[in-house]
């Protein structure tokens, strides 16, 4: 894919260079910016009143077991969010070539990807859940919770996944406004649900689960119809008749092979911190499950401008862009710095008032305030990775990506291996990840300086 789109998006810009290079400021970076930001400012609100409303709950064991549950239905939704990014970039790709039945095409194609995903995730997890939790180290007595939660999330896997073809559909036609609709209104409804079925009819994490798979279906319901307006026209013309042979889906998955590879690479880096976290205790891992969330927050708040930063270089990367390509990064290093500085302050002047709000376990909350240090650290720590991992996106590095991300987990396996089981603490465990974080931003920002140099050795030529 990443050659692919390479090529069709330098064909386009062998056009257009000349108006691209002035098109990175900081009115650009707001206007790509604001819709994205509201959207995934509602997108931890999910977990948010999830935890929220499990941790008011009398015993921590609904937050420990619904934490160590909910990895196995986040691997399997989150292993397919590259086909948001690829529908995104053939689609754009497509339209900017005014190929609008091609585009319609890798549309289709990815709805059809992402349906049969959907419903292999529904026939596989009820066979593995319980291996799979055994496999997190959960222990007996959140089983029961851990098994009843996840028999209802089920019904969710097929619409979380098949939303993530049509948002690359919306993303690809430049409706980021759209995204935001259905992430506020997804938000809304699961706040609104949990609270009615977690409290008001006290069915406890069942009810969490309830309210996850309705919002999903929602979800994915106003996804159909914002993106049928932009298919439907010239659906059925016969250009399209051969989309649905089965060589163009497999070139959609074989193009992608980095990505998953990529996606695969930090869901299991979350599973191991589940883990490690679950052989410490309930409380441990109710603490981490929150401190987890802190991090998945943080990140969800500065990926409006990573995505932007990654829209963006991808216009100007060429040879005869040098200098366009250095007023860019340097307009993207004041946006990355500032959302870095504003979370950062935010986790650790309000830290532990927002832990407060989350559980009223006092346990739960004294670990948790004793690591909001290490919660800023890693905030700054991922603002840096997550920015020049979109750089590497942006510029079709998915290769470079990928060794990076295989680099970094296996420099994590040995530490776990190594360092954590020869004598398991909570110090040992956010060592080992922290280790993860600073191996991979230095690896992503070499890689990222490497790709330039190299582009200026060219542009030299």
């Not at 999830?50 to 009398?58: K, S, Y």
């Not at 596989?124 to 959140?142: C, E, R, S």
């Not at 959302?339 to 407060?356: L, N, P, W, Y």
Request: proline fraction near 2%.
């Amino acid at each position: 894919m990443a050659r692919n789109i390479s090529r069709h998006t330098n064909s386009r810009h062998t056009i257009n260079h000349h108006s691209v290079s002035h098109s990175v400021s900081h009115k650009t970076m707001w206007q790509l910016s604001w819709p994205m930001f509201f959207a995934n400012l509602s997108v931890p609100l999910i977990p948010l009143s999830d935890t929220f409303v499990l941790g008011h709950l009398p015993e921590s064991l609904y937050l420990a077991a619904v934490a160590i549950a909910s990895q196995v239905f986040s691997f399997a939704t989150l292993l397919f969010t590259f086909i948001t990014l690829s529908t995104t970039s053939l689609v754009s790709t497509d339209l900017g070539q005014n190929k609008s039945q091609s585009a319609k095409a890798w549309a289709l194609r990815s709805i059809v990807l992402a349906a049969c995903a959907g419903l292999a995730m529904t026939l596989i997890i009820p066979w593995v859940l319980l291996p799979w939790l055994q496999l997190l180290g959960i222990t007996h007595n959140l089983i029961p919770v851990a098994l009843n939660y996840g028999h209802v999330m089920l019904y969710g896997l097929f619409p979380a996944i098949v939303t993530f073809s049509f948002q690359g559909i919306l993303l690809g036609h430049h409706k980021s406004r759209s995204i935001m609709c259905i992430a506020l209104v997804t938000s809304i409804c699961n706040i609104a649900c949990n609270i009615v079925f977690a409290w008001v009819w006290d069915y406890r994490a069942v009810g969490v689960a309830w309210a996850s798979v309705l919002s999903q279906w929602l979800g994915l319901f106003i996804a159909v119809g914002l993106v049928k307006p932009l298919l439907w026209h010239g659906l059925f013309d016969n250009k399209l008749k051969h989309i649905f042979h089965s060589s163009p889906l497999w070139q959609l998955v074989h193009l992608n092979k980095d990505l998953l590879i990529q996606a695969l690479c930090i869901l299991l880096y979350f599973q191991l911190i589940i883990k490690m976290s679950s052989e410490l205790g309930q409380t441990v891992v109710a603490a981490n499950s929150i401190i987890i969330l802190y991090f998945i927050t943080s990140f969800r708040l500065q990926e409006a401008i990573t995505l932007s930063v990654q829209m963006l270089i991808s216009r100007i990367w060429q040879v005869d862009q040098i200098l366009a390509i250095r007023q860019a990064y340097s307009i993207f290093f004041q946006w990355i710095a500032s959302s870095m500085f504003v979370v950062a302050s935010v986790v650790f002047i309000c830290g532990e008032q927002i832990t407060q709000l989350m559980t009223s376990l006092s346990q739960v909350q004294e670990l948790v305030v004793q690591k909001i240090a290490l919660v800023v650290f890693y905030v700054v720590l991922v603002s840096w990775t997550y920015f020049y991992n979109a750089l590497l996106l942006g510029i079709s590095a998915t290769q470079r990506l990928r060794n990076v991300y295989i680099a970094s987990i296996l420099v994590l396996i040995m530490l776990v291996n190594q360092f954590y089981y020869a004598a398991p603490s909570d110090f040992r465990l956010w060592f080992c990840v922290v280790s993860f974080e600073i191996t991979r931003l230095i690896l992503v920002i070499w890689n990222y300086h490497r790709a330039f140099f190299e582009l200026k050795q060219h542009s030299a030529q």
